[in-house]
């Protein structure tokens, strides 16, 4: 299961490959890209380093998501070469269904507290009876 972070990385590794399976991307966008996120109507920080990043990264690979290697240019700027594998590609279904399911706990948890309370109600009516 991803973390905040990695599930931000893939969101936005995910977006850049726009259904292609190789992307090449700075790790500064990344890093850029992630730092602010917004959640409804509030924004949150993710401040992570370029070595956190790296660790993100490698956790992602060693979850099956994607591969990558970094390469640097004749300038000296980094390059992260992504390659998605089939569970990255997949990653926006498995991500949609993982909200789905965790709506559907907390229906049937309302549904099962409103059933219970009804259930005492009529119970405590009965035994004063």
Request: proline letters at 2%; aromatic letters at 8%.
């Amino acid at each position: 299961m991803l973390n905040r972070i990695e599930t931000r990385i893939m969101q936005f590794i995910f977006s850049n490959c726009r259904g292609k399976r190789t992307a090449l991307i700075p790790p500064e966008e990344i890093l850029k890209n992630i730092a602010l996120s917004k959640k409804g109507n509030v924004i949150v920080r993710y401040e992570i380093t370029g070595k956190q990043l790296e660790t993100h990264m490698k956790n992602l690979v060693l979850d099956g998501y994607l591969d990558y290697s970094a390469s640097g240019d004749k300038e000296g700027n980094m390059q992260y070469v992504v390659t998605l594998t089939t569970r990255g590609e997949a990653f926006r279904r498995e991500h949609d269904d993982r909200i789905k399911r965790r709506w559907q706990s907390i229906g049937w948890k309302v549904l099962l507290t409103t059933i219970g309370v009804i259930f005492g109600f009529a119970i405590t009516r009965l035994l004063q009876l």
